[in-house]
């Protein structure tokens, strides 16, 4: 049996997988502090039930994330914040499991403007003729649509395609690693209670399109700065909105 993208789905890579989660999550949280060694071995093996073996891997993984640093004779410690891989995927998902604060939703948009609107204006002049349609037939959905999970697949699936139709690889490689965050934001800042600012969301999103189309890079820049300022400030109102009910 396999697991996803094809890889053995043995006991000992889940066993793997809880630990790398369990410890990443509890250093998202602040239950492991920047700076301080993890538990030991023996208390990880009493608390997860694996081999030194797997904490190893689990380690090795984490290290790749930035989340940790080991050296011998001294154990695996907790790194500082900065030096955390946020475009990793997995920590991204990690992170928006946890709920997003206003700081961070600020932080993610703040990457958004600075990206997305490059990938836009190099998608007006690199786009083929398949992700232009494509683009095209997203842009109506979106217009057409009424159901709101529905409406944030979409919204997704045309920022990706943006990405993809840039060229350039790491604005596409961008695409797939923020993925799990850009669907946690969508989620608070599409309008999908309000029929006004649901319509304005697409009529913004097609005038990205039709840019694109007509190969006009400053265009399609300045209507991706629109859309992304747009969903800043609805995730923020709906964030305040959440914090008051509660």
């Known amino acids: 049996m396999t697991g996803p993208r094809g890889r053995p789905k043995t006991g000992a890579r889940s066993a793997h997988r809880v630990v790398t989660e369990g410890i990443g999550l509890g250093i998202l949280k602040g239950e492991f502090k920047s700076g301080e060694l993890l538990p030991s071995p023996e208390e990880l093996a009493l608390r997860y039930k694996v081999s030194r073996t797997v904490q190893r891997e689990a380690f090795k993984t984490l290290a790749a994330k930035g989340l940790v640093a080991s050296?011998?004779?001294?154990?695996?410690?907790?790194?500082?914040?900065?030096?955390?891989?946020?475009?990793?995927?997995?920590?991204?998902?990690?992170?928006?499991?946890?709920?997003?604060?206003?700081?961070?939703?600020?932080?993610?948009?703040?990457?958004?403007?600075?990206?997305?609107?490059?990938?836009?204006a190099l998608a007006a002049k690199r786009r083929t003729q398949e992700q232009l349609r494509e683009l095209r037939e997203i842009a109506r959905a979106m217009s057409e649509c009424r159901d709101s999970g529905r409406f944030i697949e979409l919204d997704l699936a045309f920022h990706v395609l943006i990405s993809d139709a840039s060229a350039n690889p790491f604005l596409q490689s961008l695409g797939g690693l923020i993925e799990a965050a850009l669907a946690a934001a969508f989620a608070r800042s599409?309008?999908?209670?309000?029929?006004?600012?649901?319509?304005?969301?697409?009529?913004?999103?097609?005038?990205?399109?039709?840019?694109?189309?007509?190969?006009?890079?400053?265009?399609?820049?300045?209507?991706?700065?629109?859309v992304i300022d747009t969903g800043a400030v609805n995730a923020r109102r709906s964030l305040e909105a959440a914090q008051a009910a509660s």
Do not use: Y
Not at 78 to 91: G, I
Not at 96 to 120: H, K, Y
């Open 190 to 226: 599409t309008p999908l209670h309000d029929p006004v600012q649901l319509r304005l969301s697409a009529l913004q999103h097609e005038a990205i399109c039709q840019a694109i189309e007509a190969g006009d890079p400053e265009a399609a820049r300045q209507a991706m700065i629109a």
């Open 71 to 120: 050296k011998t004779k001294v154990g695996t410690w907790v790194t500082p914040p900065r030096s955390w891989n946020m475009f990793d995927t997995e920590l991204l998902e990690w992170r928006t499991r946890l709920g997003m604060d206003q700081e961070f939703i600020a932080s993610l948009f703040e990457v958004r403007r600075a990206l997305e609107p490059e990938a836009a």
